[in-house]
């Protein structure tokens, strides 16, 4: 396993790592999620990725079940938590100081954990001043429940202005930002959020790297059943997936089999080689995909600036 600092923080992530949307507590019931994460675990993975938001807290309960049963030592686990709400009161959901600190003390509950790792909040709250955020995170920090706090797909200008109330206020700011980014999605990582990498050391814990099973080559000639969108409607897998990246795939997928790699190693290599990626965060539902996944930073030797620029002719996506 390929280790990576989480920006410039001290604290050292898997390259590849595992989340629980969709998946754990959800469409992949508890034996297929011990499964999944003993493979992990013994593959080296350390970050295990939650939200309070996944299945209304099902997926940090599943999560929690199996911390209870494994016998991992806490201190060999990086383990996140993300905060936006699910509830119905007013009270239940976004960044407010409350609703921070009442949600965190639910998913440790919910994990069986007595701190998390990281802590994010999960999208900008537009009704919380900033101030707040950065106080309540520091707040968590100091009190031992928190050990590092994050964003999910916050503009710039909120993580310029977070970083300066930190600076103001002897805060610690924002280490991490979680965001989509793969071969398909490239705005923000390789866009606009470059400029915070050079003046923060901003971490990233990318989602979705294999674009939700896209960039495995397994949609090229069509939905297999047991698959997440051979699941979903033609409607909903029309607006998932455009045919002019089925086409860029297909044509990847090719690349791939000319380097002796598979189309998925090709996919997740190319986010790990990228020195503003931390993490690149995967789904599973099954062990044999961790197995497969895992494997993916032995490939990045192989992507030499030669192929680089094959796959940057392939894409022709990077954003200005
Ligand atoms: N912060 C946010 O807003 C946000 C948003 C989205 C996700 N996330 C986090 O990021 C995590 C990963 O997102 P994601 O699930 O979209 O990631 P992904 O790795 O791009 O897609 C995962 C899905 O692809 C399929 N797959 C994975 N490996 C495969 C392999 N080797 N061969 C064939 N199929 C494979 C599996 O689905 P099937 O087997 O069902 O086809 C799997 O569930 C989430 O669990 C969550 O923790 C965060």
């Known amino acids: 396993m390929l280790y990576k600092k989480l920006g410039r923080s001290g604290l050292k992530v898997s390259g590849v790592s595992i989340g629980s949307w969709t998946t754990f507590g959800e469409s992949v019931d508890d034996d297929a999620t011990l499964a999944v994460m003993e493979a992990a675990y013994d593959a080296g993975i350390n970050f295990f990725d939650g939200a309070e938001g996944y299945g209304r807290g099902a997926a940090e309960e599943a999560m929690g079940r199996v911390f209870e ?91 310029h202005q977070l970083h300066a109330i930190a600076e103001r206020d002897g805060l610690v700011g924002p280490t991490m930002e979680q965001t989509c980014h793969s071969m398909l999605h490239r705005r923000r990582v390789d866009g606009e959020l470059r400029p915070l990498f050079d003046a923060y050391g901003l971490g990233t814990t990318i989602y979705s790297p294999l674009c939700q099973g896209v960039l495995t080559g397994k949609y090229n000639e069509g ?51 990228n020195p503003n990626v931390s993490t690149a965060i995967t789904g599973s539902t099954r062990p044999e995909q961790v197995h497969e996944n895992v494997k993916a930073a032995d490939a990045v030797e192989k992507l030499t600036d030669e192929v680089m620029g094959r796959i940057e002719e392939i894409l022709d996506n990077a954003p200005e």
């Open 223 to 273: 939905f297999p059943k047991d698959s997440r969108f051979g699941r979903r409607d033609a409607e909903s897998r029309k607006n998932a997936i455009s045919n002019e990246d089925l086409a860029r795939v297909r044509r990847l997928t090719m690349l791939a089999g000319d380097l002796g790699m598979t189309m998925t190693h090709l996919a997740l290599a190319w986010c790990l080689k």
């Open 69 to 159: 049963k494994v016998n991992w030592p806490r201190d060999t686990l990086v383990i996140s938590t993300k905060v936006f709400g699910f509830g119905d009161a007013p009270t239940q959901a976004g960044l407010s100081r409350k609703h921070l600190v009442e949600a965190v003390d639910a998913a440790l509950r919910r994990m069986h954990l007595d701190y998390v790792d990281m802590c994010f909040c999960h999208r900008p709250d537009p009704d919380t001043p900033l101030d707040e955020i950065a106080h309540t995170m520091n707040e968590l920090i100091a009190r031992g429940k928190i050990f590092y706090w994050g964003t999910s797909e916050f503009s710039p200008g909120d993580l």
